[in-house]
């Protein structure tokens, strides 16, 4: 092809999710070989599979913690990455703060701003609320009560410390924080576990909205159906991508 098509093309390429000849081992056992896959920003997938074929260790190779054994794994460099959270490490956080950690630029923002605010450094102030106000920043209390209630948490229960909850709703507050992160490619690891029935359908309507590409793990065939696009099926370490919800794909 002509050498402006090679050019589009390569920078189309870099949009993508791309995995080619992929392997992937933990320990001896192989969950991944030669595995191929592409997703194109905005979308919207489930990973279906049996237990330990490798979804999870997938996940953790999305988000760097795994390298591949073998073949290629190209995710946009420019790509923000949001993922639930399997623990919580601070029992002592208000909720509604633990839920605004997940957007760590606000975080940094916020922490600068306090610096220059006692070093009356004035230069550094109006660069830093310009860098608040591209980040949303003075919304970003609201977004995360919304968040929140919308996960089925009281306004009170906001203002409580993370170690008064319970295990299922301390992973709910996990995807709130997770939720709350701006993010190109969402990672999400059951997360209707802990949900009850509105909950859930309010998850449903945020994810249908989300910009971002989204990767599903998930054992609930209506939830699926409602939100991916597509499937991903891991087995005899390949991945094979089938249009259309859970119900299509069976």
């Known amino acids: 092809p002509p ?35 592409t997703l194109h920003p905005g979308q919207k997938a489930g990973l279906v599979g049996a ?5 999870s260790s997938l996940f953790a190779l999305l988000r760097g913690e795994l390298g591949a054994d073998g073949g290629e794994c190209h995710i946009p460099a420019s790509w923000r990455i949001a ?15 633990y839920v605004l950690d997940g957007d760590v630029e606000l975080r940094r923002i916020q922490r600068e701003l306090a610096a220059a605010e006692v070093a009356q450094d004035g230069a550094a102030l109006a660069r830093l609320h310009t860098e608040l106000d591209n980040a949303d920043g003075y919304s970003a209390d609201a977004r995360a009560r919304k968040l929140l209630a919308g996960l089925g948490f009281e306004a009170a ?14 992973m709910r507050l996990n995807l709130a924080q997770a939720l709350m992160c701006p993010s190109d490619l969402l990672l999400l690891d059951e997360p209707t576990n802990h949900l009850d029935l ?17 990767l599903l ?9 409602a939100v991916v ?22």
Not at 83 to 97: C, F, G, P, W
Not at 199 to 213: C, D, F, N, Q, V
Not at 217 to 225: A, C, E, G, N, V
Not at 239 to 247: H, I
């Open 3 to 37: 050498v402006r098509w090679r050019r589009k093309l390569d920078r189309l390429r870099r949009l993508m999710i791309r995995l080619e000849k992929l392997t992937l081992q933990r320990g001896p056992q192989r969950l991944l070989s030669e595995a191929d896959l």
């Open 51 to 55: 237990n330990g074929a490798g979804k």
């Open 83 to 97: 993922h639930m959270r399997q623990e919580i490490d601070d029992l002592e956080r208000i909720a509604v703060d």
């Open 157 to 170: 229960q906001m203002e409580r410390r993370v170690g008064d909850f319970s295990g299922g709703w301390r």
């Open 198 to 214: 509105d909950a859930i359908l309010w998850l449903e309507g945020w994810l249908k909205s989300y910009p971002g590409t989204l």
């Open 217 to 225: 793990i998930s054992h609930d065939r209506d939830f699926l159906d």
């Open 229 to 250: 696009e597509q499937i991903i099926h891991v087995e005899q370490q390949k991945l094979t991508q089938y249009r259309g919800g859970y119900s299509a794909f069976e």
